[in-house]
Nanobody
Framework: QVQLVESGGGLVQAGGSLRLSCAAS????????MGWFRQAPGKEREFVAA????????YYADSVKGRFTISRDNAKNTLYLQMNSLKPEDTAVYYC?????????????????WGQGTQVTVSS
């Protein structure tokens, strides 16, 4: 079992920044790739970013590439998402998750453990 707790969400103006954190406990955090997803009202959950178990490889959705940065600190069992140049369309609940399966990192079906989510609201 893995327990994930996201934090760092909030209300920010367009062009601003936020840093999300995802604290993990339970199974060995450093053994797994991790990902961030988001879900806006009335929309399906979508992939945002993923990072390999050792942090050497990162993957981003085209919509956030160049603005968001995913990172991890395995010593602290924590995953991060630095979000810069935020836009109103980034407004959503953001979730972190553990990649367990062999599917592509952008496919939510490969993620087994999910946090409760943190709300990010970007005003125009």
């Amino acid at each position: 079992q893995v327990q994930l707790v996201e934090s760092g969400g909030g209300l920010v103006q367009a062009g601003g920044s936020l840093r999300l954190s995802c604290a993990a406990s339970g199974r060995t955090f450093s053994s797994y790739a991790m990902g961030w997803f988001r879900q806006a009202p009335g929309k399906e959950r979508e992939f945002v970013a993923a990072i390999s178990w050792n942090g050497r490889r990162t993957y981003y959705a085209d919509s956030v590439k160049g603005r968001f940065t995913i990172s991890r600190d395995n010593a602290k069992n924590t995953l991060y998402l630095q979000m810069n140049s935020l836009k109103p369309e980034d407004t959503a609940v953001y979730y972190c998750a553990v990649h367990i399966g062999s599917s592509a990192y952008s496919d939510s079906i490969g993620y087994e453990y999910w946090g409760q989510g943190t709300q990010v609201t970007v005003s125009s």
